[in-house]
């Protein structure tokens, strides 16, 4: 396990053996979309445009990971902070 720099991307942990990509975004940088949307509608924040720059990248980010066979887990900091950490559980068993 550990950082993953792929020539093109980088992503916060690997597991190799079972292809797995972790990325742990930032609720505000990355636009947690519990949190943000484009219109700030339905009691969510507006994106700006920092946020919307750094999805883009994010959804090149995913498209690379499918294309390589790589499972891609996105973890965000509000899961951290409340301690929920289910998502890794397909990892630990």
């Not at 995913?62 to 996105?74: D, M, R, S, T, V």
């Amino acid at each position: 396990m550990g950082s993953k720099n792929t020539g093109i991307f980088q992503y916060d942990f690997i597991i190799k053996n079972k292809r797995i990509l972790i990325e742990v975004n930032g609720d505000y940088w990355h636009g947690n979309p519990n949190l943000f949307n484009e219109n700030g509608t339905d009691g969510k924040r507006k994106l700006n445009e920092i946020q919307i720059n750094k999805q883009k990248k994010d959804i090149l980010k995913q498209e690379f990971a499918k294309n390589h066979n790589f499972e891609l887990i996105y973890i965000w900091e509000t899961e951290v902070n409340n301690g929920d950490y289910s998502k890794l559980k397909k990892i630990i068993c």
